[in-house]
């Protein structure tokens, strides 16, 4: 029998590499991953990526993982560790993607810096991505591999908070050079990217007539694929024209139709181009705290000239109860108990109020010591997602943990409020009974540990443990004994 999977992989990488992502998709949904050749899962989990198919990919490239095989990753193929270590990135796997990176002693590989790129960019971490790009576009690169560094490199320095200006003089030559390479090689959905970057450039020099010619362009040569990009592209056509036009209008009827269309990056995007039209606070609040990069929130306030928002974002109808975030109380009432896995995914999940948190995230910020497996890791996150609905059932929390296509977000399914800190610490159970005990007792003021008992519902036991920690710590003092001990910060 001929070997059907050189054809199949050619015609698919033809397909993607000329915009025909649906014909792409058709042939690697219908494959039989577990018959697949060992030889072709690299190119296979590659061309999964790049469609979109990141949990294919992931189970694709598994074998090679698996630990029964205990290969270590600095003995791996780096061409199968920088593929696998995307395919996590794309997952929200990010953590252990550049770890597993980053244990490779070999320089010898393009794909391992290509990889690193990749998850410097998604971490907002501009400067790491340039020198990663930088090394990867050393090495003798195909043109089409060759021009997708010189765009990550373009997007790395358009995107740099601090250094950004300082490249302008050079960006608009290398935009101009991948823009032509682009369409010497026929290589349409990335001369489509190449467009929009020129554009986003040209609206950083407030240029916006010039930007929108040069996204009709993007529109028209995308338009017939429609890949995602194809959805950006709109979407800097009405950024160009609201900013033309000094007027959010055009921005606030694209913001609806990215809502709808479930596009959550764009609409926190649009937000962000719409404080620099018209500055509103409360906006600039809720993109402050709703963004759970730091990174990202650094930016934004060096972007508009703005210091971060001070205190809580209130989340929701303020007229309903409130949910403390930090602590699991409602209206100074516990009902969720403060550090378990129900009060992790909550507080995760509200750590973004724009886009779902893909299953992979949730992962690493649940089980942060634990190897990521595309088989049995799921299931241990949905199973702690099942837990959290039925906690907030039984605790009258009106709150849903709704899916969407493997990510999870909260919804409201009544008047209800949340308190979201700006501030994104790391809470266990010491230090969310730490802060519900300031928020609960004067500073100063004498209280029993029956009193912290009652707050928080725990045993006795466990109220003498945590307050022996907090004495521990410095964060409490204590005074009198037996029925008479009495605590105070």
């Known amino acids: 029998m001929a070997d059907k999977y050189p054809n199949l992989i050619f015609e698919c990488e033809t397909n993607v590499r000329l915009g025909r992502l649906d014909q792409a998709l058709l042939v690697l949904r219908d494959l039989n991953i577990k018959q697949l050749p060992e030889r072709y899962r690299l190119p296979i989990a590659n061309l999964c990526r790049r469609t979109g198919l990141t949990r294919r990919g992931l189970m694709t490239l598994a074998p090679f993982f698996d630990v029964d095989r205990a290969i270590p990753d600095d003995e791996q193929d780096p061409k199968i560790l920088a593929e696998y270590a995307i395919l996590l990135m794309r997952y929200g796997v990010v953590r252990e993607a550049l770890l597993r990176l980053q244990e490779i002693r070999s320089t010898c590989s393009s794909e391992i810096y290509f990889a690193r790129t990749l998850c410097y960019l998604n971490l907002w971490d501009y400067q790491s991505a340039l020198h990663s790009v930088q090394e990867y576009l050393k090495f003798e690169l195909d043109p089409y591999s060759k021009l997708v560094g010189q765009m990550n490199l373009i997007a790395a320095k358009l995107m740099d908070p601090i250094r950004g200006n300082n490249f302008y003089p050079q960006l608009d030559r290398e935009i101009s050079e991948a823009i032509q390479i682009a369409r010497v090689n026929a290589f349409q959905r990335l001369l489509g990217n190449c467009l929009e970057l020129k554009a986003q450039f040209l609206i950083d020099q407030k240029n916006y007539p010039e930007a929108l010619k040069i996204l009709d362009e993007a529109l028209a040569l995308l338009q017939e ?83 971060p928002p001070p205190g809580e974002y209130l989340y929701g109808n303020v007229k309903g109860p409130q949910l ?15 550090g378990n896995h129900t009060h992790s995914v909550l507080r995760f999940l509200f750590s973004d109020f724009y886009k779902p948190r893909r299953l992979g995230e949730i992962f690493s910020f649940l089980f942060p010591e634990d ?94 443990r945590l307050l022996l920690g907090l004495l521990d710590k410095k964060k409490l003092k204590v005074e009198g004994l037996g029925k008479a001990t009495r605590y105070r910060y």
């Open 225 to 307: 694929v429609r890949p995602r990009e194809y959805y950006y592209v709109r979407k800097w056509q009405a950024v160009a024209q609201a900013l033309l036009e000094n007027d959010p209008q055009k921005l606030l009827v694209f913001r609806d139709l990215a809502v709808s269309e479930q596009q959550w990056e764009t609409v926190r995007s649009i937000d962000l181009n719409l404080l620099k039209i018209e500055f509103d606070p409360r906006r600039f609040h809720y993109l402050y705290v709703g963004s759970p990069s730091e990174s990202f929130r650094g930016w934004i306030c060096h972007l508009l000239g703005k210091v």
């Open 371 to 464: 190897v990521f497996d595309s088989y049995s890791s799921p299931d241990r996150v949905q199973k702690v997602i099942g837990r959290a609905r039925i906690d907030l059932r039984e605790s009258e929390i009106p709150l849903e943990i709704e899916e969407l296509d493997f990510s999870y977000r909260m919804r409201l399914k009544d008047v209800f409020c949340i308190q979201v800190g700006s501030v994104k610490e790391e809470m266990n159970a010491e230090t969310a009974a730490w802060t519900l005990i300031r928020k609960n007792f004067k500073e100063n003021e004498p209280f029993q540990g029956k009193a912290v008992q009652d707050l928080l519902k725990i045993s006795k036991a466990s109220v003498q």
């Open 324 to 338: 403390d975030l930090a602590t699991g109380s409602v209206n100074g009432e516990l009902r969720i108990k403060p």
